[in-house]
């Protein structure tokens, strides 16, 4: 069992749905967590981290935690074409000295 | 403000060969990491340096070395390329190895091994 998984979609949603991107991770351990942003041929540019229980909010992003069901999410409302890219769900491992990346998922948002 | 900078940004090797990728931050960092990037696996750490002095490994770290040369450098250096040592390069930095560990990663090198 991968440390992080997410699904690799891709997942296709219309111009202006919410997308909702999701992630398991394995250690209970794991303190902080982070969706980073990556478009083709580029590097991640993070998006969002969220260390405690709960839903935090970030203009059209949220990002939810759920760590007894150890459950990571990201909802994008209002999707845009250009949030068009894949999505990387990472947590912070080892003793909190390390991030683990789950693989990404793709999203494609549709006009 | 360059951010993290990684030099070269591609670069390609035949079978045996040697070469050191070179990351270089100027945020005033402490700790660095080196990553590599395959379809279908995601990032994998390599290596990392929580702090200036410090080198530990990551999740794949056979056929790599690596130097932390000062708080602002940290190279990556494959001392025999293989094949499958082709993959995309991806270094970061974060200000400490802690809760709220952001990274901030560079453009990336792009290396193939013939």
């Known amino acids: 069992q991968k440390e992080v998984e997410q699904n690799s979609g891709p997942l296709s949603v219309p111009e202006g749905a919410i997308a909702s991107l999701n992630c398991t991770y394995s250690d209970r351990g794991s303190q902080s967590f982070f969706w980073y942003r990556q478009y083709s041929g580029k590097s991640p540019e993070l998006i969002m981290f969220i260390y405690s229980n709960g839903d935090k909010e970030d203009g059209r992003f949220t990002a939810q935690l759920n760590k007894a069901s150890q459950y990571v999410s990201l909802l994008i409302r209002d999707s845009q074409p250009s949030d068009s890219a894949t999505y990387l769900c990472?947590?912070?491992?080892?003793?909190?000295?390390?991030?683990?990346f789950g693989t990404g998922t793709q999203l494609k948002v549709e006009l | 403000n360059a951010g993290v900078t990684q030099t070269p940004k591609f670069q390609v090797l035949k079978t045996g060969q040697s070469m050191t990728l070179q990351c270089a931050q100027d945020?005033?960092?402490?700790?660095m990491y080196w990553y590599r990037q395959d379809p279908g696996m995601g990032l994998r750490l390599i290596y990392y340096?929580?702090?200036?002095?410090?080198?530990d490994k990551g999740e794949v770290p056979n056929g790599y070395n690596v130097s932390r040369l000062n708080k602002r450098e940290f190279s990556l250096r494959l001392e025999s390329a293989a094949p499958s040592q082709t993959s995309v390069y991806f270094c970061?930095?974060?200000?400490?190895?802690?809760?709220?560990?952001?990274?901030?990663f560079g453009a990336g090198t792009r290396l193939s091994v013939l």
């Open positions: 945020m005033n960092h402490n700790s």
């Open positions: 990472a947590a912070l491992t080892g003793g909190g000295n390390k991030l683990t």
């Open positions: 970061a930095s974060s200000p400490q190895a802690t809760s709220g560990n952001i990274q901030y």
């Open positions: 340096s929580a702090s200036e002095g410090t080198t």
